[in-house]
């Protein structure tokens, strides 16, 4: 009987640890001025990330720029507005807003979206 009450508190905290282990996923530790909510499972969102509203405009152009992680263990990518602004051949930058996914806290990814001409 002790032996079986052993198991299932070691299977508790096996549970518990695995818990707090998603909640803290390495790869979704990206920070930003705006972040909408962080799912458990997963997360698909879109933000500002500037906050000169009165002059925010949308422009002709948009350029975007992405960086992914990896258990935060690889990290790859250019996700600079200065990137963005060059992928998407913007000279004038009215606003910047980004987009951030993360899958598990395993696999997450962070755009930088740049409006302007």
Request: glycine share 12%; net charge positive; proline share 3%.
């Amino acid at each position: 009987m002790k032996t079986r009450i052993a198991m299932k508190n070691k299977g508790v905290a096996l549970l518990l640890l695995l818990a707090f282990l998603l909640m803290t996923g390495c790869a979704g530790l990206y920070s930003a001025p705006v972040i909408p909510g962080r799912g458990l499972l997963y997360a698909e969102v879109k933000a500002p990330m500037d906050f000169t509203v009165d002059k925010t405009q949308l422009g002709s152009k948009v350029g975007k720029a992405v960086s992914t992680n990896v258990l935060g263990w690889i990290v790859t990518g250019d996700c600079s507005i200065q990137a963005a602004a060059k992928n998407g051949g913007v000279q004038v930058i009215h606003h910047v807003d980004y987009s951030f996914k993360n899958i598990l806290g395993v696999y997450a990814e962070f755009t930088t979206i740049v409006y302007g001409e």
